[in-house]
């Protein structure tokens, strides 16, 4: 039997987890990392690349490099390349193979099932993507659970007292609250809030503007137009950020990072948690109108609150755990690791789905009741919106309305089913059309039309409609062109399968490609640390070698190389090799220093 693994689909990083004798394991992916950077790009050579090969070049290559790809879901949105184009499942797809195929790698067998998490705030066709975009990458879709379910699942593992319980989820590209009831057997979401476009990706950004506007104080240089030194500060901004949450300042330091007429200049500089809380503050600050919404949506006051969980990466910024402290009058739990609970939640969903015995008491009784994110109406007479589904509805949710005729001898009627919490229907979204034909003739009114809205666990909606005058039940079509339809999803999982072996035969070129680069980047800082400890001729031949192996990985593939692509990468371990012998003296020069 194949595996099932949960798997935390985010914005900006993903997270894969399984149930392994009994206990849940963080599944590292290929690249020994916890998390996946959810980021895919195509190289000018034309490869796919996926994680963190893909997002380390994503600045010098910004047209062909697609990141926070879920913020598109369930849009219309498509991206070409190489004139071929593809809708954000096939990129999210692209994601979920790479899991999909490190778990293998780990666990030693195949993977067959996942249980996906999604954002509470998604909609309809966004979590229908989501499981389409797991289908394209070979998985059979367990159950679609939302990220705050899955983290409180996470926590239910050791914490059976009965309690209501906010989870606040500031990931890297957006922001959930939810209002969750833990029982004995169940948990249950009582409320939902967020905001889609907050996250750490916006606390990055403050930073990445700080560090080029002193740059260009100090240096009289706009970084902004080097996008090679644009992809160091990005990456540098990052870490900057994550070493304030353990400490008060940090040290940027960018050797080289360009170049004048007096020859190379060198970024380095101190930021300041106080500095970092200044430029965030009003980030901060917008999480507190969702909180609050949420809490009134739940009918309840922060000090009912039974404990607050931190879920997200961002909620390990101190400033984010002080506001949090502050606007609940609670101490948050940090016995959730917070980069990671989606996931194992996750996990511990499918193995109660994939009803294996796993050794956990309470996993196969736990009743999971998940809610709809937003109402759900059908449009009527004046373009209003008439709400059948209340958002916050527990699922599963079945509800029908009976309706009529607005005008006499009407012998069909269009029903308009909308999402949203708007009154009037053109500012909901419409996420489905439908017609109901063959009508008894009759006048205005008299009509009965029975319109149901079924939702699944999976926050599936259906809509169905029925003739209450003739009793016959008659057939609809849902026009909802936002969904794939089974061939466009069957053509993109034959395409996944076509480039399977070429990616994996790509893979193994990048991680030369990047071990290249990576000594690349230990040479420079090495020659700026150590540099002058050298005799000028073989400082000399270091420099001319490291020349060499950047010409290398810069150079566009010859012809025998695109026939060959074996060439490309045996290309790169020569020159490689040939810089890690020059060098070696030099990087023992650092080493020595580092230790005394
Ligand atoms: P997630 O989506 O939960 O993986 O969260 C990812 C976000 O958390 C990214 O923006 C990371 O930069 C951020 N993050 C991870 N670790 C830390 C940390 N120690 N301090 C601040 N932000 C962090």
Redesign the pocket.
């Given at each position: 039997m194949g595996a099932t693994i949960g798997i935390d689909l985010?914005?900006?990083?993903s997270c894969m987890a399984a149930m392994e004798g009994g206990r849940v394991t963080i599944i590292p992916n290929a690249e020994g990392e916890r998390?996946t950077p959810s980021v895919v790009a195509f190289s000018k050579e034309g490869e796919r690349l996926v994680g963190s090969i893909a997002q380390r070049q994503a600045v010098v290559n910004p047209d062909r490099t697609i990141s926070s790809v879920k913020r598109h879901m369930g849009s219309k949105w498509k991206t070409r390349v190489d004139g071929k184009s593809f809708t954000p499942q096939e990129i999210s797809a692209m994601i979920l193979r790479k899991m999909r195929r490190d778990a293998e790698q780990y666990l030693g067998r195949d993977v067959t099932d996942a249980v996906i998490t999604v954002p509470a705030y998604f909609d309809d066709s966004q979590r229908q993507a989501t499981k389409d975009a797991g289908r394209i990458a070979g998985l059979n879709v367990l159950r679609i659970i939302n990220e705050p379910t899955s983290a409180a699942l996470a926590y239910g593992l050791d914490n059976g007292t009965p309690q209501k319980v906010m989870v606040y989820d500031l990931?890297?590209g957006t922001f959930d609250v939810s209002i969750i009831e833990i029982g004995d057997d169940v948990i249950e979401v009582l409320a939902t809030s967020g905001d889609n476009h907050l996250?750490?990706?916006d606390f990055?950004e403050r930073l990445v503007d700080h560090i080029v506007q002193e740059f260009k104080r100090e240096q009289g240089e706009d970084l902004h137009r080097n996008a090679m030194a644009m992809q160091r500060v990005m990456e540098a901004a990052?870490q900057a950020?994550?070493e304030l949450?353990a400490g008060f300042s940090t040290q940027i330091n960018l050797p080289f990072i360009s170049q004048n007429s007096q020859g190379p200049v060198h970024l380095d500089m101190t930021v300041t948690r106080a500095e970092f809380e200044q430029m965030t503050r009003d980030l901060v600050e917008r999480t507190t109108a969702p909180v609050r919404m949420a809490l009134d949506d739940a009918g309840i006051a922060s000090s009912e609150l039974g404990c607050v969980l931190l879920v997200?990466?961002?909620t390990?910024?101190p400033a984010v755990q002080e506001h949090v402290r502050r606007i609940t009058g609670k101490e948050p739990s940090a016995s959730v690791n917070?980069?990671e609970c989606v996931a194992t939640g996750a996990a511990i969903q499918g193995d109660t789905l994939s009803g294996a015995t796993t050794g956990i008491v309470r996993s196969n009784s736990l009743l999971l009741l998940d809610v709809t994110p937003l109402s759900l109406s059908i449009e009527t007479v004046g373009g209003v919106a008439t709400r059948l589904v209340e958002r916050n509805s527990t699922l599963p949710v079945h509800y029908s309305k009976t309706f009529s005729t607005a005008a006499s001898f009407q012998t069909s009627v269009e029903i308009k089913v909308l999402q949203g919490e708007r009154p009037m229907a053109k500012d909901n979204k419409a996420i489905g059309t439908f017609r109901l034909k063959g009508i008894k003739r009759a006048p205005a009114g008299v009509p009965q039309i029975e319109v149901t809205f079924d939702i699944d666990a999976n926050g599936i909606l259906t809509v169905s409609a029925k003739d209450l005058d003739t009793g016959k039940e008659q057939s609809i079509t849902i026009d909802d062109s936002d969904r794939m339809s089974d061939d466009e999803v069957q053509q993109a999982i034959n395409d996944a399968e076509e480039y399977a072996e070429e990616d994996e035969f790509r893979r193994a070129t990048m991680e030369v490609r990047q071990r290249a680069e990576k000594l690349l980047s230990e040479v420079d800082s090495a020659l700026s640390a150590a540099g002058k400890q050298l005799e000028k001729s073989e400082k000399k031949q270091v420099k001319a070698d490291a020349a060499e192996l950047r010409r290398v990985l810069m150079r566009r593939p010859s012809k025998k190389e695109r026939a060959d692509p074996e060439e490309e990468g045996r290309r790169i371990v020569v020159a490689a090799e040939k810089l890690d012998r020059s060098s070696a003296r030099l990087r023992e020069l650092v080493a020595q220093q580092q230790s005394s």
């Open positions: 985010g914005t900006t990083n998390t990931g890297g996250g750490g990706d990055d990052e950020k994550k949450s997200g990466g961002s390990r910024i917070p980069d």
